[in-house]
Every structure is written in C-alpha cells, then in structure tokens.
C-alpha cells in the first residue's frame, strides 16, 4: 500500500499561482511513477501532468507553459506548480502515485485538495 498526503490547494485570483504538494509513502518501488489529476464538477477526472522516477515529465497539453511538475525523488514528493490560473482551472486535485512492478501498474489516489480561482 501507498499513503499520500496533498496539500496547496485554496483560492487564488484569475492570473494567480498556487502550488501543490503530494508526499507518498508505504511500499514504494523503484519505478514509479507520480503526477496530479483534476476533477471538476460535472467533468471526468482527467490528466494534468506527471513525472516518473526516471525522469520524464508529461503535460495535458493545456497545461504546457503554465503548469510545472517536479518531483524530489528522495522523499517520494512530487510538486505542481500552477501559474496563470484561469477560470478552466478550478477542480478537486487529485495527487496519483503509480508502482511498476512485474509488467503491473498499480495506482494509488490522494484524497483531493479543492483550487478555486475567483476574484
């Protein structure tokens, strides 16, 4: 099993910028994989962005230039940098933890942290 812990999220004004937070822990192995899913109401929950231990960075393609995911491979913490929030972006964020083990992908959840952009 894999425990994460999120935080960051809150409200921020349209132009603003927030940045959110996900520690995993538990069994971790050595081929992982971490990133951030959003879910607004209404909507399917869908990719923002994620980075593997290995060092490859993705992005929804409406998050290029704005959005940047890091990771802190040593403390299993993964970082989203939210810049020029707009009015598409307000959604539960989910921090997503996937282990690679014998061919398997086995994903782990968060339990959500809320971004508001209003001003």
């Known amino acids: 099993q894999v425990q994460l812990v999120e935080s960051g999220g809150g409200l921020v004004q349209p132009g603003g910028s927030l940045r959110l937070s996900c520690a995993a822990s538990g069994s971790i192995f050595s081929i992982n994989a971490m990133g951030w899913y959003r879910q607004a109401p209404g909507k399917q929950r869908e990719v923002v962005a994620s980075?593997?231990?290995?060092?490859?960075?993705d992005y929804a393609e409406a998050e290029k230039g704005r959005f940047t995911i890091s990771r802190v491979n040593a403390k299993n913490t993964v970082f989203l940098q939210m810049n020029s929030l707009n009015p598409e972006d307000p959604a539960v964020y989910y921090c997503?933890?996937?282990?690679?083990?014998?061919?398997?992908?086995?994903?782990?959840w968060g339990q959500g942290t809320q971004v508001t952009v209003s001003s």
């Open positions: 980075a593997t231990s290995g060092g490859i960075r």
């Open positions: 997503n933890f996937r282990n690679h083990r014998l061919g398997r992908w086995t994903d782990y």
